[in-house]
């Protein structure tokens, strides 16, 4: 499969209304008062028992959309902002490494997972879907509360490096992705010119047209200058990178008992064997391969969506 931009002139930048998210899609918010933040949630409601949908880094629950719209089928289908992403407020002490702990945020995961159960009166969430560290902090959710998930699908999840495994890791000349999103671009004049500098980049080139329709146009916030603005802090995005290794997925994993599906992108960040070498210490587990780089729902929404129906569809 091959996913591109198409070629050509650049459109305009969509503008934040509710062209790209259907006014039917609930936008709403929990407030976790003793985790000190507010998570937002996009609703798009939808037949079955309740799915979680979380975000890569970076990113914001908007991105899902696609992928929502064709799970609704099945399931009542809800996507959360990570605190400080998307319309998520900061945690109260601001960005600090400790607020953006990937254990913190795991928890944070758990929290909105109980909110929906309570909701929903239903023991068990239909489904836990989650892109790169989104995916690693649903697991996480669900080692620390095994049957949290009736089935979990995690699209090229991050890995975080043990201590041990940091020890030994050879960057090379590569700066560390803390660095490169310190040094990434923030702010720009309008969002056409956002779409014009974002579209030529290679984390872009494999993008459907709308995945970048709806970065521009949710993961951008306007500002009181006229200029648009990364909603999650270039510093936020370093902090949860650096803090990575917080998190033992290799232990965790051994409480998970939700049957799980990863979707490894053959030209993503991590290599199948270590895809494989997780799944040894968990239960019912498969691993599918995606013919696409480490952004896969925002360049293969369509195989990511038929793969999730796929699998939840098994008895």
């Known amino acids: 499969m091959a996913f591109t931009l198409s070629s050509g002139a650049i459109p305009m930048a969509p503008q934040p209304d509710d062209s790209l998210i259907p006014s039917g899609v609930r936008r709403r918010r929990i407030a976790l008062p003793d985790r000190g933040v507010e998570i937002a949630l996009l609703d798009w409601g939808g037949d079955g028992p309740v799915a979680l949908l979380h975000h890569a880094n970076g ?7 696609p992928v929502a719209e064709r799970l609704r089928e099945c399931f009542r289908v809800v996507a959360m902002d990570a605190r400080g992403h998307g319309d998520s407020s900061m945690p109260a002490e601001g960005a600090v490494a400790e607020a953006f702990d990937w254990t913190t945020m795991a928890a944070d995961v758990g929290v909105v997972a109980a909110e929906l159960l309570k909701e929903s009166g239903d023991r068990q969430l239909g489904l836990g879907l989650g892109h790169s560290f989104g995916g690693t902090l649903t697991l996480a959710a669900e080692s620390a509360r095994p049957g949290l998930y009736r089935r979990i699908v995690l699209a090229d999840p991050v890995i975080p490096p043990t201590p041990a495994m940091l020890a030994e890791m ?18 720009w004049p309008n969002r056409d010119v956002a779409r014009e500098r974002l579209a030529g980049k290679a984390l872009f080139a494999r993008w459907t047209p709308r995945a970048l329709d709806l970065y521009l146009g949710e993961g951008l916030g306007d500002r009181e200058d006229g200029q648009v603005e990364l909603k999650c802090s270039r510093e936020v995005e370093a902090l949860i990178f650096e803090s990575s290794a917080s998190l033992n997925l290799f232990e965790c994993v051994t409480s998970v008992a939700a049957p799980s599906l990863f979707l490894w992108a053959r030209d993503g960040n991590f290599p199948r064997t270590v895809y494989e070498e997780l799944c040894r210490g968990m239960g019912e587990t498969r691993i599918v391969d995606a013919d696409a780089g480490h952004l896969i729902p925002m360049e293969a929404p369509d195989w990511v969506a038929d793969r999730v129906l796929e699998f939840c569809s098994e008895r």
């Open 59 to 65: 990113f914001c629950a908007a991105l899902w959309a």
């Open 170 to 187: 050879d960057w090379g000349d590569r700066p560390p992705l803390a660095e490169l999103a310190r040094r990434r671009r923030d702010i």
